[in-house]
């Protein structure tokens, strides 16, 4: 399965009060990232895929498998989206 990788060329982030903003360089639109979302943003290192990902929430979250699969897919097709990651 393919990394995934931030495309940093194409935002800037910082974190506030535990919230990760990331302004979209190219559409300039802002995403504001807490909790779980937060969580996905961090585990994105360039050698994780998608399930991986999943993985290491499941075992941190009570959460249904389905669930948290669900959520992180969203998320991550959002981002590519916006051009803020890519498989790698």
């Given at each position: ?66 669930a948290v699969e669900q959520d992180v897919r969203a998320l ?13």
């Open positions: 399965m393919a990394q995934l990788r931030k495309l940093t060329a194409n935002f800037v982030e910082t974190e506030v009060d535990g919230e990760v903003l990331i302004v979209d360089l190219d559409g300039g639109e802002l995403f504001s990232l807490s909790g779980t979302a937060r969580d996905i943003w961090r585990l994105i290192d360039g050698e994780r895929s998608a399930d991986a990902i999943v993985e290491a929430l499941q075992q941190e979250f009570t959460a249904p498998a389905g991550l097709e959002e981002l590519q989206d916006a051009a803020l990651v890519a498989l790698a």
